[in-house]
């Protein structure tokens, strides 16, 4: 590598596993060698942005999930793309941007084939960890893989606000659904998901009973409820589902943080009675669904049939609050570290 390339950059480790809500006292800033030569196929980069996302947060505990979890003393993971400043691939040269796993450093070595180059004239780095990276795909294939969404029903959405949720609510208008709801944290966001992102109506879901709100909201019922929040949303909304109706469990929030399982949801029993699928996916399951999803969402952003809300946030030093903001709601859309 050339002499002007780095010897040393920080990256940001897991000090310890937190007990209900994480504290910046999990987290320890280190500085970390960077090797002198590049081995066959890998690549260094300089770390642009990076993604924060509440599933980071079950990698924290020590427990058996869909993937590992984070290694203790060692730097945490995430979605980044990087600038190439040294190649051994031939894929790609100084200058071209790549998308990979290593975020929570300034700089990254990158096993080979464990990148994809994306092209920044195109669009920003950012939309390759928002809305053409894992969020649009894992809205898009929550509505149409897991749900089966038809022209003409009626869509719910939790946390319709975040990274997820805000394009859950654009893509289910383009594919023609009937009418779009979501339910956020504040009157900012609520105001969004009705001005800027196309939905037919949003409620805050602190301004009162979450059943009685959809109630008013959905008249006929709900045939499709992407869920992100799980708890009392997932309850409300099981009272509320059309015969026949979908659920697309995608994430909930509402319990990542909770010492002891909270019981629930109490009225279960309507699956049966109603005759209800709820299904849990995880995006990566689905990867014959990328090159579909990117020819549409290319498409509707062209269109400007979608929009990307994002929240940046400033430097590596900033990057453990940025996490910690998302389980205060700090952010509107894709949370986001601008790293250079």
Known sequence: MSTSTPTSTREIHLASRPQGVPTPDNFRMVEAPLPAELGEGEVLVRNVVMSV????????NDARSYVEPYALDAP???GAVGEVL???DPRVSPGDHVVHGLGWREHAVLAPRSFRPVGTERAPASAYLGVLG?????AYVGLTRIARLQEGER???SGAAGAVGSLVGQIARNLGAAQVVGSAGSEEKVALLTDQLGFDHGFNYKDGSLSHQLRDAFGDGIDVYF???GGSHLEAALTHMRDFGRLALCGAISQYDLTSPEPGPRNLFL???????????IVTDHPDANKEYLERATAWLAEGRLHTPETFVDGLDNAIDAFLGLGRGDNIGKMLVRLG
């Open 53 to 60: 996302d509440p599933y980071m947060r079950g990698r924290m």
């Open 76 to 78: 945490l993971e995430g």
């Open 134 to 138: 894992m969020p649009g795909l894992t």
């Open 227 to 229: 869920d992100n929040v």
């Open 86 to 88: 040294a190649s051994a």
């Open 155 to 157: 869509v719910y959405v």
């Open 271 to 281: 699956a049966v009675q109603r005759r209800l699928e709820l299904r849990g996916f």
